[in-house]
């Protein structure tokens, strides 16, 4: 295959893979399952999300990375790995040139393991980006030029705040409250409220049909089906809106807080951009209804979604591999 530039997704809940003139091409939990007995891998993705819960006491299945933080670095390499085999083949005429997304907080030697492993696992030449960079490329905004950009970009493990100028982080900051804390605080908030305990699924299927960040009006309700914690016994119960709200203030506080810390250490030249543009939201979080408004009552700057909050930050690598001179200040290392 012809394949010469990937771009990865390094995700606490999926890993995607971008490829130009494809798009998308995989999209996959970040899970890798390990033989304990001979420390081999035995599956990746969503064949080891499978086994998630179910394996026996010689198989280990985890995430390599956890709240926005790589974990094991050995299982990192065999994970990237299995993706540019599955997206270009175990045979290449040419090795590719990989971009990977790395938390904004990440170490000097953890940025240099990432790169290591890429080219270990057969890239010709491997860069590390910050997420929130990527995901204002990917959201649209001009990161090069010198004006104050915001980008609030949650995920699954971290939600990261980065006010962005000449393409490069001016201020940041990282809770790790993301879409899992959120499923959890409602998984807690039902079992506590109702006597009921759910799964972490519905948890999440909760949130997004009828999750709200402000109280509303006109509340939305659903019927949850669960186990009754005192008889054991199944039980239907029905939620509104509202109720879901309230089960998330704290971790939605969480990130309010993150963001109004960016904004207090942003200088006043690149305040007054903000104010002007607005902020952007990206990543799975930004669906969730309302947060936009929120955010913006809780700081007075407009907030908007960007489009396909879900793809920014692997849609801006394939940007940053369409035009790499273009981005050089915002590459963080090569080899």
Same mark, same amino acid.
């Given at each position: 295959?012809?394949?010469?530039?990937?771009?990865?997704?390094?995700?606490?809940?999926?890993?995607?893979?971008?490829? +130009?003139?494809?798009?998308?091409?995989?999209?996959?939990?970040?899970?890798?399952?390990?033989?304990?007995?001979?420390?081999?891998?035995?599956?990746?993705?969503?064949?080891?999300?499978?086994?998630?819960?179910?394996?026996?006491?010689?198989?280990?299945?985890?995430?390599?990375?956890?709240?926005?933080?790589?974990?094991?670095?050995?299982?990192?390499?065999?994970?990237?790995?299995?993706?540019?085999?599955?997206?270009?083949?175990?045979?290449?005429?040419?090795?590719?040139?990989?971009?990977?997304?790395?938390?904004?907080?990440?170490?000097?030697?953890?940025?240099?393991?990432?790169?290591?492993?890429?080219?270990?696992?057969?890239?010709?030449?491997?860069?590390?980006?910050?997420?929130?960079?990527?995901?204002?490329?990917?959201?649209?905004?001009?990161?090069?030029?010198?004006?104050?950009?915001?980008?609030?970009?949650?995920?699954?493990?971290?939600?990261?705040?980065?006010?962005?100028?000449?393409?490069?982080?001016?201020?940041?900051?990282?809770?790790?409250?993301?879409?899992?804390?959120?499923?959890?605080?409602?998984?807690?908030?039902?079992?506590?409220?109702?006597?009921?305990?759910?799964?972490?699924?519905?948890?999440?299927?909760?949130?997004?049909?009828?999750?709200?960040?402000?109280?509303?009006?006109?509340?939305?309700?659903?019927?949850?089906?669960?186990?009754?914690?005192?008889?054991?016994?199944?039980?239907?119960?029905?939620?509104?809106?509202?109720?879901?709200?309230?089960?998330?203030?704290?971790?939605?506080?969480?990130?309010?807080?993150?963001?109004?810390?960016?904004?207090?250490?942003?200088? +006043?030249?690149?305040?007054?951009?903000?104010?002007?543009?607005?902020?952007?939201?990206?990543?799975?979080?930004?669906?969730?209804?309302?947060?936009?408004?929120?955010?913006?009552?809780?700081?007075?700057?407009?907030?908007?979604?960007?489009?396909?909050?879900?793809?920014?930050?692997?849609?801006?690598?394939?940007?940053?591999?369409?035009?790499?001179?273009?981005?050089?200040?915002?590459?963080?290392?090569?080899?």
């Amino acid at each position: 295959m012809f394949m010469k530039k990937i771009g990865i997704d390094l995700g606490t809940a999926n890993i995607l893979v971008f490829i +130009p003139q494809k798009g998308i091409v995989a999209n996959e939990p970040s899970v890798v399952a390990v033989s304990l007995d001979n420390n081999k891998i035995l599956a990746v993705g969503n064949e080891a999300k499978e086994m998630l819960g179910k394996t026996p006491e010689n198989i280990s299945a985890s995430r390599p990375v956890k709240d926005g933080v790589i974990a094991d670095y050995r299982i990192t390499e065999a994970m990237i790995r299995y993706f540019i085999n599955k997206v270009g083949g175990k045979i290449r005429f040419f090795k590719p040139e990989v971009i990977i997304s790395v938390p904004a907080g990440i170490t000097s030697t953890e940025r240099r393991a990432v790169i290591d492993a890429a080219l270990q696992a057969g890239a010709k030449a491997a860069y590390v980006v910050k997420e929130p960079i990527l995901a204002a490329i990917g959201a649209g905004i001009p990161i090069n030029t010198p004006f104050g950009n915001m980008i609030i970009d949650i995920g699954g493990g971290t939600s990261e705040v980065a006010v962005i100028s000449l393409g490069g982080i001016v201020a940041f900051s990282s809770v790790r409250v993301g879409g899992d804390k959120l499923d959890k605080a409602i998984y807690e908030y039902i079992k506590k409220k109702h006597g009921v305990a759910i799964g972490e699924r519905n948890a999440e299927e909760i949130k997004i049909k009828i999750g709200s960040a402000i109280r509303e009006k006109d509340e939305v309700s659903m019927d949850i089906r669960g186990r009754d914690l005192v008889t054991g016994l199944p039980k239907t119960i029905k939620i509104n809106s509202n109720e879901i709200t309230e089960a998330l203030q704290d971790e939605l506080g969480e990130i309010i807080r993150a963001v109004k810390n960016v904004l207090q250490d942003t200088p +006043p030249e690149l305040s007054s951009d903000v104010i002007d543009r607005g902020m952007v939201l990206s990543g799975g979080g930004a669906l969730l209804r309302n947060l936009d408004v929120l955010l913006s009552q809780a700081t007075g700057v407009p907030c908007y979604v960007a489009d396909d909050p879900l793809l920014c930050v692997v849609r801006g690598t394939g940007k940053v591999l369409d035009d790499l001179d273009t981005y050089r200040r915002s590459i963080i290392s090569k080899k």
